[in-house]
């Protein structure tokens, strides 16, 4: 076995460290994720598998103008071609590039189900047809200019190109997003308008700011629309540090009926939220009634979003209504921004704004210039030919008699010293030729030569000859200048921006703004007790937990309607804007709104179906919440304490966790403390009363000692006014007052003494 930090070769196989194989294996896999999988290139703002899709689209000659092909055909031309992948993979990240409401600006025009806004999913790929937009064609333009750098594919068999000549910034332009090995991308889309302006002044002004940029380009431009509602100093922080967040809303407005009535129309949702699950969300707030504002939600959309929010009463303020359900649902959202992207497709870099973009122009640069070098390939090479073509005609008799005589014309033709003639050729057209002032004629020369068509040798053909061949020059000298002059270069990518705004801008179908900007404004935090209408009620809870709403104060000595085996446990009055304490034996206090209370008319229903309390948990007791109140919480241990009543209250429905039990010990009892001594009775039916002070006021815990006892625990408490005497009812209903309390009181802690005459058998005050 080899040492630490040493390699052996045993035959085949290779001894190394855990560490060093398990790290050199997962880097080579993250180092693959992030840069041929979830981060995009700056330059054209592409995934490989994007690029790879409308790279095979265009051989595929899936013009923008001409037929579809099935969508089948397409993915399994790219998995077999360039991506070594799954073809479901393939296909959905085709789909979505023809999604509308994904996609800013679509680069896949699709025919067939493609996908909703509700979130259902696209056809199968046999059943679905494609081809290219326009918007597509314009970021593969100059593919065949020798504008960007090819590779291999995967098995060695085709070319590919690593990055595409992308006459807009498409990574602004249609967004990204991704999740790599220790980092992620995610940049929402922009208007194309507003980017290729803020392209042109960074040309004009290269050391711009990007908050002058945000001049330009205000914030993003989703697909689905809807409001943008962020500070200008948030935005420009967002895109200077190219990390934060965005708040969106959806964009509505009040529709009014007859009679007063009125209703909110949802035009735009936000962006990348599906509908179906908004709705869904919307229904089960009106259901929990935790917005008791809102009584219908509808869907009346076809193709444009119509969401239909009706209130229950005329006389509520949409905005408020609107406030809210921005606050509990999916018609306010926060999209991240985070604009980790390739620079130069190798190293990935969080970046500005203006990095993003200058990325793009360095790009366009590189690419005009290739593309004029290749130009002037093509230039040199056409000139070559026309210089050979022009020494013909003006040669014609002499070409003639070689061609029609000798046994090979080509070397003939070659050999031929054409210097007296081609220099009068020159000096006739005032034209100095880039090669071949030897007199001799080149192979590419001879070759045009012999290929000429006798329609060919007509004078005109000679004018047109050299109509070409002056323009061809006249371009050649353009090109030339254009290499050696970097400012010509940027005002030629400054003409083709203009030209890509005019194309996509305003006029292009989709070209406008979507989204709006606006500055936050948030809508007032009014409590939801506030819209409630007040009205009284009785709360009924049985023994068995099944609760209701009787509508107004009844008496409290009515007989009700009960279950089989059920009867009455906890009753009292209450006003329907209450909060509701629930006490568990758990010790966890619950809280509810007394408006979601069931209506009074059956049985009502279980108290466990609206909170989150345990089936070996029984209710102890259930209070109105009055931020002012305390109370007192005990447990059978006879261990209890003073807790303000707003530190019960709990938020969610798994309830809050206030006094401390384990094992076989449970709460007892829960009181609200309305007097200045505590009176405690055990099982064991002794009485204990002392002050009230003796009592440690906290938020949680088991508490301090009530009650000392022998045998059993601890079976209620409770707080009284010592000048007002301890009252009970006894077995026959009635009210007894005891004034006379001096045999009972001692100090906590103490055993109490037996309880008075008359004392309740069931040991409960």
């Not at 229950?312 to 980790?340: H, Q, T, V």
């Not at 305390?630 to 003073?642: Q, R, W």
């Not at 077995?731 to 309390?741: C, F, H, N, V």
Request: aromatic letters at 6%; charged letters at 30%.
């Amino acid at each position: 076995m080899s040492e630490i930090g040493t390699d052996h070769k045993i035959g085949q196989i290779l001894i190394e460290p855990l560490r060093r194989a398990i790290g050199d294996r997962y880097l080579t896999y993250a180092l693959s994720t992030i840069m041929h999988r979830a981060l995009p290139d700056a330059r054209d703002g592409l995934k490989p598998v994007h690029r790879r899709i409308l790279y095979a689209m265009r051989e595929l000659k899936l013009a923008s103008n001409g037929g579809f092909r099935k969508s089948a055909k397409i993915s399994g031309d790219v998995m077999g071609n360039y991506h070594p992948h799954g073809d479901a993979a393939i296909y959905d990240a085709m789909a979505r590039l023809a999604q509308d409401f994904n996609v800013r600006y679509p680069l896949v025009d699709g025919q067939g189900n493609f996908g909703n806004i509700d979130g259902d999913n696209p056809a199968a790929s046999r059943y679905t047809e494609a081809r290219m937009t326009v918007i597509a064609e314009a970021l593969l333009e100059g593919l065949d200019e020798n504008a960007v750098d090819f590779r291999e594919n995967y098995d060695g068999t085709l070319s590919e190109p690593i990055v595409l000549p992308a006459s807009f910034p498409n990574l602004l332009a249609n967004g990204a997003s991704g999740i790599a090995v220790g980092m992620a991308t995610n940049i929402p889309p922009h208007n194309i308008a507003e980017l290729c302006d803020a392209c042109l002044h960074l040309i004009k002004k290269p050391d711009a700011r990007n908050e002058t940029l945000l001049n330009f380009v205000p914030g993003p431009d989703f697909p689905t629309g809807g409001v943008i509602v962020e500070g200008v100093e948030a935005i420009a922080e967002t895109y200077r540090t190219g990390r934060g967040s965005f708040r969106l809303r959806a964009n509505w407005e009040v529709e009014y009926l007859d009679r007063g009535q009125w209703q909110i129309i949802v035009k735009e949702i936000p962006y990348q939220v599906q509908k179906s699950k908004l709705i869904e969300k919307l229904a089960e707030l009106i259901q929990t009634k935790k917005i008791p504002i809102l009584s219908d939600v509808r869907d009346e959309s076809t193709d444009d979003v119509r969401l239909v929010l009706e209130p229950k009463s005329k006389n509520i303020d949409p905005e408020i209504l609107m406030g809210l359900l921005f606050r509990n649902s999916d018609l306010e959202i926060r999209f991240s921004l985070n604009m980790n992207v390739l620079i130069d497709g190798i190293i990935p870099k969080v970046c500005s704004l203006k990095e993003v973009l200058k990325a793009f122009l360095d790009h366009r640069r590189e690419v005009l210039i290739r593309r004029a070098k290749h130009r002037l390939e093509k230039i040199d090479k056409r000139l070559e030919v026309l210089e050979g073509l022009i020494i013909a005609f003006l040669n014609l008799d002499r070409v003639i008699d070689i061609i029609r005589y000798d046994e090979d014309p080509k070397k003939a033709l070659m050999a031929e010293d054409w210097s007296i003639e081609h220099h009068r050729a020159i000096n006739e057209s005032n034209y100095i030729s880039p090669s071949n002032l030897e007199g001799e004629l080149s192979e590419v020369q001879v070759e045009a030569i012999l290929n000429m068509r006798l329609r060919s040798l007509r004078r005109l053909e000679e004018i047109v000859l050299r109509r070409e061949r002056d323009d061809l020059m006249q371009e050649r000298v353009e090109l030339e200048d254009l290499l050696a002059d970097q400012d010509q270069q940027w005002n030629r990518v400054a003409e083709q921006i203009k030209e890509t705004k005019k194309k996509f801008g305003k006029d292009y179908l989709g070209g406008k703004r979507k989204s709006k900007i606006e500055d936050y404004d948030d809508v007032e935090d009014v409590p939801i007790e506030a819209l409630i209408e007040k009205e009284p009620i009785t709360v009924v809870c049985s023994k068995m937990g099944w609760v209701r709403a009787m509508n107004g104060h009844i008496d409290l000595e009515k007989e009700l309607k009960f279950k089989d085996g059920d009867g009455p446990n906890i009753i009292f009055h209450a006003e329907t804007t209450d909060r509701l304490l629930i006490f568990g034996s758990n010790g966890r206090f619950y809280t509810i709104s007394a408006s979601n209370l069931p209506g009074g008319r059956g049985t009502g229903e279980p108290l466990r179906l609206m909170v989150d309390l345990p089936n070996d948990s029984a209710i102890i007791n259930i209070h109105t919440f009055n931020q002012e109140s305390k109370l007192i919480v005990a447990s059978t241990a006879g261990d209890g304490f003073v807790v303000p009543m707003d530190e019960v209250l709990a938020q969610t429905r798994n309830g809050k966790q206030i006094l401390n039990v384990k094992g076989t010990v449970k709460a007892a009892a829960s009181k609200i403390v309305t007097g200045d001594y505590v009176a405690t009775v055990g099982e064991n039916r002794k009485v204990l009363i002392f002050d009230l002070g003796e009592l440690p006021i906290m938020q949680r815990g088991k508490g301090v000692r009530l009650q000392k006892y022998k045998d059993g625990g601890l079976s209620d408490v409770t707080t009284f006014s010592f000048e007002d005497g301890l009252s009970w009812l006894d077995s026959g209903g009635r009210t007894r007052t005891e004034t006379e309390l001096g045999e009972w009181k001692s100090k906590r802690a103490s055993a109490g003494k037996m309880a008075p005459r008359g004392f309740p058998r069931n040991n409960k005050f």
